[in-house]
Protein backbone atom coordinates (compact mmCIF):
# COMPACT_ATOMS: atom_id res chain seq x y z
CA UNK A 1 0.00 0.00 0.00
CA UNK A 2 1.29 3.31 -0.61
CA UNK A 3 1.73 6.05 2.28
CA UNK A 4 -1.45 8.42 1.80
CA UNK A 5 -0.67 12.01 1.24
CA UNK A 6 -3.60 13.73 1.46
CA UNK A 7 -5.32 14.92 4.89
CA UNK A 8 -8.63 12.90 4.54
CA UNK A 9 -6.65 9.83 3.16
CA UNK A 10 -4.20 10.25 6.43
CA UNK A 11 -7.57 10.48 8.61
CA UNK A 12 -9.15 7.52 6.64
CA UNK A 13 -5.99 5.15 7.61
CA UNK A 14 -6.11 6.15 10.98
CA UNK A 15 -9.88 5.34 11.46
CA UNK A 16 -9.37 2.31 9.77
CA UNK A 17 -6.02 1.17 11.47
CA UNK A 18 -7.33 2.38 15.34
CA UNK A 19 -10.99 0.41 14.54
CA UNK A 20 -9.50 -2.64 13.93
CA UNK A 21 -6.50 -1.87 16.71
CA UNK A 22 -9.16 -1.10 19.34
CA UNK A 23 -10.37 -4.50 20.89
CA UNK A 24 -6.75 -5.43 21.51
CA UNK A 25 -5.23 -1.75 22.52
CA UNK A 26 -5.39 -2.22 26.26
CA UNK A 27 -3.26 -5.30 26.26
CA UNK A 28 -1.06 -4.40 23.51
CA UNK A 29 0.38 -1.01 25.32
CA UNK A 30 -0.13 -2.64 29.12
CA UNK A 31 -2.80 0.05 30.18
CA UNK A 32 -3.60 -0.36 33.58
CA UNK A 33 -6.75 0.86 35.11
CA UNK A 34 -5.60 0.79 38.49
CA UNK A 35 -3.20 2.85 41.00
CA UNK A 36 -0.01 2.22 38.62
CA UNK A 37 -1.89 3.72 35.45
CA UNK A 38 -3.31 6.62 37.47
CA UNK A 39 -0.11 7.69 38.37
CA UNK A 40 1.85 7.36 35.41
CA UNK A 41 -1.00 9.61 33.77
CA UNK A 42 -1.02 12.31 36.55
CA UNK A 43 2.69 11.79 35.93
CA UNK A 44 2.65 13.13 32.77
CA UNK A 45 -0.12 16.00 33.59
CA UNK A 46 2.35 17.28 36.17
CA UNK A 47 5.71 17.30 34.38
CA UNK A 48 3.57 18.71 31.18
CA UNK A 49 2.21 21.54 33.45
CA UNK A 50 5.82 21.77 35.40
CA UNK A 51 4.26 21.66 38.70
CA UNK A 52 0.72 21.00 40.89
CA UNK A 53 -1.75 19.56 39.61
CA UNK A 54 -4.99 22.02 39.39
CA UNK A 55 -8.44 20.69 39.18
CA UNK A 56 -10.49 21.34 35.90
CA UNK A 57 -14.73 21.77 35.73
CA UNK A 58 -15.00 20.27 32.09
CA UNK A 59 -12.35 18.22 29.96
CA UNK A 60 -12.09 17.33 26.18
CA UNK A 61 -9.98 14.60 25.61
CA UNK A 62 -8.75 14.17 21.37
CA UNK A 63 -7.80 11.24 20.18
CA UNK A 64 -9.12 9.74 23.72
CA UNK A 65 -8.30 5.81 22.70
CA UNK A 66 -9.91 3.59 25.32
CA UNK A 67 -9.95 6.11 27.49
CA UNK A 68 -6.26 6.10 29.52
CA UNK A 69 -6.10 9.57 30.24
CA UNK A 70 -9.63 10.97 30.51
CA UNK A 71 -10.87 7.89 32.67
CA UNK A 72 -7.66 8.24 35.01
CA UNK A 73 -8.32 11.57 35.65
CA UNK A 74 -11.86 11.79 36.58
CA UNK A 75 -11.24 9.16 39.11
CA UNK A 76 -8.14 10.91 40.42
CA UNK A 77 -10.91 13.91 40.60
CA UNK A 78 -8.25 16.32 38.22
CA UNK A 79 -11.83 16.68 36.54
CA UNK A 80 -15.08 16.80 37.26
CA UNK A 81 -17.17 16.20 33.85
CA UNK A 82 -14.78 14.47 30.57
CA UNK A 83 -15.98 14.75 27.44
CA UNK A 84 -13.94 12.21 25.23
CA UNK A 85 -13.53 11.92 21.25
CA UNK A 86 -12.20 10.05 18.99
CA UNK A 87 -11.70 9.55 15.21
CA UNK A 88 -12.38 5.56 15.31
CA UNK A 89 -15.80 4.35 16.34
CA UNK A 90 -14.32 1.26 17.32
CA UNK A 91 -12.17 3.36 19.93
CA UNK A 92 -15.03 4.98 21.61
CA UNK A 93 -16.80 1.85 21.98
CA UNK A 94 -14.32 -0.03 23.92
CA UNK A 95 -13.92 3.64 25.73
CA UNK A 96 -17.39 3.22 26.90
CA UNK A 97 -17.19 -0.15 27.96
CA UNK A 98 -13.90 0.23 30.04
CA UNK A 99 -16.36 3.58 31.98
CA UNK A 100 -18.92 1.48 32.68
CA UNK A 101 -16.77 -1.54 33.63
CA UNK A 102 -15.23 1.36 36.03
CA UNK A 103 -18.68 2.71 37.22
CA UNK A 104 -17.70 6.59 35.59
CA UNK A 105 -20.07 9.28 33.03
CA UNK A 106 -18.40 10.13 30.23
CA UNK A 107 -19.86 11.89 27.16
CA UNK A 108 -17.85 9.88 24.65
CA UNK A 109 -18.01 10.81 20.55
CA UNK A 110 -16.50 10.20 16.99
CA UNK A 111 -15.17 13.42 16.14
CA UNK A 112 -12.02 14.53 14.43
CA UNK A 113 -9.60 16.40 16.04
CA UNK A 114 -9.57 19.15 13.61
CA UNK A 115 -13.25 19.79 13.44
CA UNK A 116 -14.57 19.95 16.92
CA UNK A 117 -18.74 19.40 17.25
CA UNK A 118 -18.41 21.54 20.22
CA UNK A 119 -19.65 25.57 21.12
CA UNK A 120 -16.59 28.31 21.66
CA UNK A 121 -15.36 28.53 24.98
CA UNK A 122 -16.99 24.66 26.11
CA UNK A 123 -14.00 23.59 28.15
CA UNK A 124 -11.45 24.12 31.01
CA UNK A 125 -9.04 21.32 29.61
CA UNK A 126 -8.19 19.97 26.21
CA UNK A 127 -6.09 17.34 27.17
CA UNK A 128 -4.61 14.37 24.68
CA UNK A 129 -1.91 11.73 24.71
CA UNK A 130 -0.12 10.23 21.75
CA UNK A 131 -1.78 12.38 19.23
CA UNK A 132 -0.66 15.45 18.04
CA UNK A 133 1.65 12.78 15.38
CA UNK A 134 -1.25 11.07 13.47
CA UNK A 135 -3.09 15.01 12.65
CA UNK A 136 -2.29 15.69 8.94
CA UNK A 137 -3.40 19.48 9.98
CA UNK A 138 -1.80 20.15 13.27
CA UNK A 139 -2.30 23.82 12.94
CA UNK A 140 -5.87 23.13 12.19
CA UNK A 141 -6.19 21.04 15.39
CA UNK A 142 -4.67 23.74 17.47
CA UNK A 143 -7.24 26.17 16.38
CA UNK A 144 -9.97 24.23 17.54
CA UNK A 145 -8.58 23.64 20.69
CA UNK A 146 -8.41 27.65 21.41
CA UNK A 147 -11.61 27.96 19.85
CA UNK A 148 -13.27 25.31 22.12
CA UNK A 149 -11.47 26.37 25.15
CA UNK A 150 -12.87 29.04 27.40
CA UNK A 151 -10.31 32.17 28.20
CA UNK A 152 -8.04 31.01 30.80
CA UNK A 153 -8.12 27.51 29.98
CA UNK A 154 -5.28 24.91 29.73
CA UNK A 155 -3.60 22.45 26.54
CA UNK A 156 -1.98 19.21 27.34
CA UNK A 157 -0.49 16.90 25.27
CA UNK A 158 1.56 14.36 26.14
CA UNK A 159 3.22 11.16 24.37
CA UNK A 160 4.22 12.94 21.09
CA UNK A 161 7.82 11.41 19.26
CA UNK A 162 10.27 13.69 19.22
CA UNK A 163 12.59 13.34 15.89
CA UNK A 164 15.46 12.62 17.48
CA UNK A 165 14.02 10.29 20.09
CA UNK A 166 12.14 8.46 17.46
CA UNK A 167 15.57 8.02 15.20
CA UNK A 168 17.57 7.05 18.78
CA UNK A 169 14.54 4.76 19.29
CA UNK A 170 14.94 2.79 15.76
CA UNK A 171 18.07 1.61 17.11
CA UNK A 172 16.78 -0.95 19.66
CA UNK A 173 13.75 -1.93 18.29
CA UNK A 174 16.24 -2.84 14.91
CA UNK A 175 18.69 -4.79 17.15
CA UNK A 176 15.42 -6.68 19.24
CA UNK A 177 14.16 -7.69 16.09
CA UNK A 178 17.53 -9.22 15.04
CA UNK A 179 17.71 -11.11 18.38
CA UNK A 180 14.05 -12.39 18.92
CA UNK A 181 14.52 -15.55 17.22
CA UNK A 182 17.37 -16.38 20.17
CA UNK A 183 14.81 -14.25 22.90
CA UNK A 184 12.13 -17.31 21.69
CA UNK A 185 13.09 -19.88 21.86
CA UNK A 186 15.17 -18.61 25.62
CA UNK A 187 12.03 -17.88 26.83
CA UNK A 188 10.13 -20.69 25.13
CA UNK A 189 7.47 -18.84 22.75
CA UNK A 190 6.64 -19.35 19.83
CA UNK A 191 6.94 -16.62 16.78
CA UNK A 192 3.16 -15.26 16.05
CA UNK A 193 1.78 -14.76 12.46
CA UNK A 194 2.40 -10.88 11.35
CA UNK A 195 -0.40 -8.64 12.78
CA UNK A 196 -1.47 -10.72 15.53
CA UNK A 197 -1.50 -7.14 17.82
CA UNK A 198 -2.89 -5.17 15.83
CA UNK A 199 -6.49 -7.03 14.00
CA UNK A 200 -4.78 -8.97 11.39
CA UNK A 201 -2.75 -8.69 8.32
CA UNK A 202 -4.47 -6.24 6.66
CA UNK A 203 -4.27 -3.95 9.75
CA UNK A 204 -0.87 -4.33 10.23
CA UNK A 205 -0.02 -2.97 7.22
CA UNK A 206 -1.62 0.04 7.68
CA UNK A 207 0.10 0.27 10.78
CA UNK A 208 2.85 1.92 8.94
CA UNK A 209 0.86 4.75 7.34
CA UNK A 210 -0.80 5.80 10.72
CA UNK A 211 2.48 8.28 12.10
CA UNK A 212 2.70 11.69 10.45
CA UNK A 213 4.87 13.75 12.48
CA UNK A 214 7.94 13.48 14.54
CA UNK A 215 8.42 16.79 16.58
CA UNK A 216 11.51 19.00 17.49
CA UNK A 217 10.30 21.41 20.32
CA UNK A 218 10.02 24.04 18.53
CA UNK A 219 7.10 22.39 16.04
CA UNK A 220 4.97 22.38 18.84
CA UNK A 221 6.09 25.93 20.28
CA UNK A 222 5.24 27.84 16.88
CA UNK A 223 1.73 25.31 16.26
CA UNK A 224 0.84 26.42 19.56
CA UNK A 225 1.85 30.24 19.75
CA UNK A 226 0.11 30.79 16.18
CA UNK A 227 -3.06 29.48 17.32
CA UNK A 228 -3.27 32.06 19.97
CA UNK A 229 -2.23 30.13 22.55
CA UNK A 230 0.46 31.87 25.49
CA UNK A 231 2.32 30.61 28.64
CA UNK A 232 3.69 27.82 26.36
CA UNK A 233 5.92 25.06 27.66
CA UNK A 234 7.57 22.08 25.87
CA UNK A 235 9.41 19.21 27.67
CA UNK A 236 10.90 16.37 27.26
CA UNK A 237 10.41 12.64 28.67
CA UNK A 238 11.96 9.50 29.31
CA UNK A 239 15.41 8.09 27.09
CA UNK A 240 16.86 5.11 28.81
CA UNK A 241 13.34 4.04 30.12
CA UNK A 242 12.38 4.41 25.98
CA UNK A 243 15.36 2.30 25.03
CA UNK A 244 14.48 -0.73 27.44
CA UNK A 245 11.03 -0.35 26.70
CA UNK A 246 11.33 -0.85 22.59
CA UNK A 247 12.99 -3.58 22.90
CA UNK A 248 11.26 -5.53 25.23
CA UNK A 249 8.17 -4.43 22.65
CA UNK A 250 9.66 -5.26 19.63
CA UNK A 251 10.46 -8.74 21.26
CA UNK A 252 7.14 -9.54 22.85
CA UNK A 253 5.73 -8.45 18.99
CA UNK A 254 7.52 -11.63 17.49
CA UNK A 255 5.84 -13.98 19.65
CA UNK A 256 2.23 -15.70 20.86
CA UNK A 257 1.28 -13.29 23.62
CA UNK A 258 0.02 -16.11 26.12
CA UNK A 259 3.14 -17.80 25.32
CA UNK A 260 5.54 -14.89 27.03
CA UNK A 261 6.48 -15.96 30.58
CA UNK A 262 4.71 -13.77 33.74
CA UNK A 263 8.31 -13.13 34.65
CA UNK A 264 9.40 -11.69 31.48
CA UNK A 265 6.16 -9.47 31.54
CA UNK A 266 6.98 -8.71 35.19
CA UNK A 267 11.08 -7.89 34.45
CA UNK A 268 10.02 -5.52 31.39
CA UNK A 269 7.46 -3.89 33.11
CA UNK A 270 9.32 -3.05 36.39
CA UNK A 271 12.21 -2.53 34.57
CA UNK A 272 10.52 0.11 32.53
CA UNK A 273 9.23 2.03 35.74
CA UNK A 274 12.34 2.18 37.40
CA UNK A 275 14.26 3.14 34.30
CA UNK A 276 11.92 6.03 34.20
CA UNK A 277 12.69 6.63 37.39
CA UNK A 278 16.21 7.26 36.43
CA UNK A 279 15.19 9.49 33.21
CA UNK A 280 13.13 11.55 36.21
CA UNK A 281 16.32 12.00 38.67
CA UNK A 282 19.14 11.78 36.41
CA UNK A 283 18.66 13.19 32.50
CA UNK A 284 15.21 15.25 32.59
CA UNK A 285 16.00 18.50 32.95
CA UNK A 286 19.66 18.04 32.45
CA UNK A 287 20.19 17.29 28.79
CA UNK A 288 17.49 19.43 25.94
CA UNK A 289 13.73 18.39 25.23
CA UNK A 290 14.66 17.20 21.80
CA UNK A 291 16.44 14.18 22.87
CA UNK A 292 13.95 12.81 24.84
CA UNK A 293 11.48 9.84 23.26
CA UNK A 294 8.66 11.57 24.30
CA UNK A 295 7.46 16.00 24.40
CA UNK A 296 4.89 17.47 26.52
CA UNK A 297 3.53 20.71 25.60
CA UNK A 298 1.64 22.71 27.76
CA UNK A 299 -0.18 26.47 27.30
CA UNK A 300 -3.31 28.56 28.04
CA UNK A 301 -5.71 30.70 26.04
CA UNK A 302 -5.17 33.83 27.62
CA UNK A 303 -7.35 35.26 29.64
C1 LIG B 1 -1.83 6.10 19.68
S1 LIG B 1 -3.55 6.19 19.92
C2 LIG B 1 -3.63 6.95 21.54
C3 LIG B 1 -4.92 6.67 22.23
C4 LIG B 1 -5.02 7.21 23.65
N1 LIG B 1 -4.89 8.65 23.66
C5 LIG B 1 -3.97 6.57 24.53
O1 LIG B 1 -3.04 7.25 24.92
O2 LIG B 1 -4.10 5.38 24.82
C6 LIG B 1 -4.02 7.54 18.87
C7 LIG B 1 -5.52 7.79 18.83
O3 LIG B 1 -5.75 8.96 18.04
C8 LIG B 1 -6.90 8.74 17.25
N2 LIG B 1 -6.85 9.65 16.09
C9 LIG B 1 -6.07 9.56 14.98
N3 LIG B 1 -6.34 10.57 14.14
C10 LIG B 1 -7.29 11.33 14.72
C11 LIG B 1 -7.99 12.52 14.34
N4 LIG B 1 -7.76 13.14 13.17
N5 LIG B 1 -8.91 13.02 15.19
C12 LIG B 1 -9.17 12.41 16.37
N6 LIG B 1 -8.55 11.27 16.77
C13 LIG B 1 -7.63 10.75 15.95
C14 LIG B 1 -6.82 7.28 16.89
O4 LIG B 1 -8.06 6.76 16.45
C15 LIG B 1 -6.32 6.67 18.19
O5 LIG B 1 -7.36 6.29 19.03
Redesign the pocket.
Known amino acids: MAAPTSPDAI?DV??RY?DGAAAD?DAK?G?DWGQIGREQVLGKIRKALGGAIPTFGRSL??????G??SLHLLMAGVVGEATC????PG?VDVLRGNADRLGLQVDARV????ALPFEDGSFDLVV????LH???DLQQAFSEFFRVLRPGGVVVFA?EPSRYGDRLAGVPKRAATAVAPVWRAAVRASAAPEGLSDGGVENHELEQH?DVHAFVPGDLEVVARDAGFGDIHVRGEELLANWFGWTNRALEATAVPDEVPMAWKQYAFHGYLALQKVDRGLLEGRLPAAVFYNLLVSARRPA
Do not use: C, K, Q, S
Open positions: RNTHYWIEVGAGTYFTDIAMADAEGHAVHLPGV
